[in-house]
């Protein structure tokens, strides 16, 4: 079994900046890609950024310019890092992995969420 563990979700000011991260844990052969997803009250999930296992990136339009995201492959970790957050970016934020648990076998996992409130 494989568990995404995230951290770094809050309140803060239109303006300010938050860093997430997502720690993959478990019965891991590999970590593939991974990304960062939101979804805001009454809206679809939708994509923000993802990185490959590789370290390439793609993003959003809407966060581009803004967002960040990188990986440490030996801590298994993702990291979203936020600046000049507006309001529209409220959501809750989950972390996607796509695992391989062995060398055949890979699911993609999803963490808990962690809630971003960007105030006005």
């Known amino acids: 079994q494989v568990q995404l563990v995230e951290s770094g979700g809050g309140l803060v000011q239109a303006g300010g900046s938050l860093r997430l991260s997502c720690a993959a844990s478990g019965s891991i052969f590999r970590v593939n890609d991974m990304g960062w997803y939101r979804q805001a009250p009454g809206k679809q999930r939708e994509l923000v950024a993802h990185?490959?296992?590789?370290?390439?990136?793609n993003y959003a339009d809407s966060v581009k310019g803004r967002f960040t995201i990188s990986r440490d492959n030996a801590k298994n970790t993702v990291y979203l890092q936020m600046n000049s957050l507006k309001p529209d970016d409220t959501a809750v934020y989950y972390c996607?992995?796509?695992?391989?648990?062995?060398?055949?076998?890979?699911?993609?996992?999803w963490g808990q969420g962690t809630q971003v409130t960007v105030s006005s």
């Open positions: 990185i490959t296992s590789g370290g390439s990136t």
């Open positions: 996607n992995a796509n695992v391989r648990t062995t060398f055949f076998r890979a699911n993609d996992y």
